[in-house]
């Protein structure tokens, strides 16, 4: 089956330019994370979502980072007056279970999608 | 938080047995060994996951010393497209986040050469 796919695949941006990045997860998946993956890092949690219901976004680096999911399935996560610091690759993944941790669950991630802000 | 410590790199070649130990001396009785693969613009992908002794599955081996401070990730007979990431996370269901995210390091960068 379909796996996690996410869009557009490689984005550049000037510096102050809103960007949006779309993962659609797993269907049937109930919760979806968003993960930021600098340059020669591991990636670092943004936020999560169960369902419709963003229940955790501490990890969004400031305002100016938005995400939602609204209807349960796919979620957006938007980044307005894009800066160079938010050059990194975005990741997105599902899983079935809710509050899925790492506990004998397993999380299912997207190819990511890579921002360059110039 | 249990914090893990693995190798930055490690180099191979085809055919050979990779070892890759994780060290996380303060793990948590509830905490689960789990540990991910990334390719190049790819995102993480699951390989194996335990809580103690040893696991198998079709792709790797988990070893779990009876102490749990460390483990070791044994990937046999590597090939060239066993070249990537390799990350270790030690947690449980509410790890991290009150969401249960994952939390990766650096991970350990393997080179497969022929």
């Known amino acids: 089956g379909a796996g996690v796919s996410q869009s557009p695949r490689y984005k550049v941006a000037k510096r102050g330019q809103d960007v949006a990045l779309r993962c659609d997860p797993i269907?049937?998946?109930?919760?979806l994370f968003w993960y930021q993956q600098a340059l020669g890092q591991g990636p670092e949690f943004l936020t999560y979502?169960?369902?419709?219901?963003?229940?955790?976004k501490s990890g969004l680096p400031s305002d100016r980072f938005f995400a939602e999911r609204p209807e349960g399935s796919v979620s957006t996560l938007k980044i307005q007056r894009t800066q160079q610091e938010d050059s990194a690759v975005y990741l997105c993944?599902?899983?079935?279970?809710?509050?899925?941790?790492?506990?004998?669950?397993?999380?299912?991630f997207g190819p990511g999608t890579r921002l360059l802000v110039l | 938080l249990a914090k893990t410590t693995q190798p930055i790199s490690m180099d191979s070649y085809e055919g050979q047995e990779v070892n890759i130990t994780c060290s996380h001396n303060?793990?948590?009785?509830?905490?689960?060994i789990t540990w991910y693969q990334q390719f190049p613009s790819q995102g993480p992908r699951f390989i194996i996951q335990?809580?103690?002794t040893k696991v198998t599955n079709e792709v790797a081996s988990l070893f779990i010393p009876a102490d749990r401070k460390s483990s070791t990730l044994s990937l046999p007979r590597v090939s060239l497209s066993d070249t990537a990431v390799y990350y270790c996370?030690?947690?449980?269901?509410?790890?991290?986040?009150?969401?249960?995210?994952?939390?990766f390091g650096k991970g350990t960068k393997l080179s497969v050469k022929p």
């Open positions: 993944a599902s899983s079935p279970q809710q509050a899925p941790g790492l506990g004998g669950t397993t999380q299912y």
């Open positions: 269907s049937g998946h109930v919760s």
């Open positions: 979502f169960q369902n419709e219901a963003q229940l955790d």
């Open positions: 303060n793990i948590a009785t509830n905490d689960y």
């Open positions: 335990g809580y103690k």
């Open positions: 996370l030690v947690g449980d269901r509410y790890y991290g986040g009150s969401q249960g995210n994952l939390i």
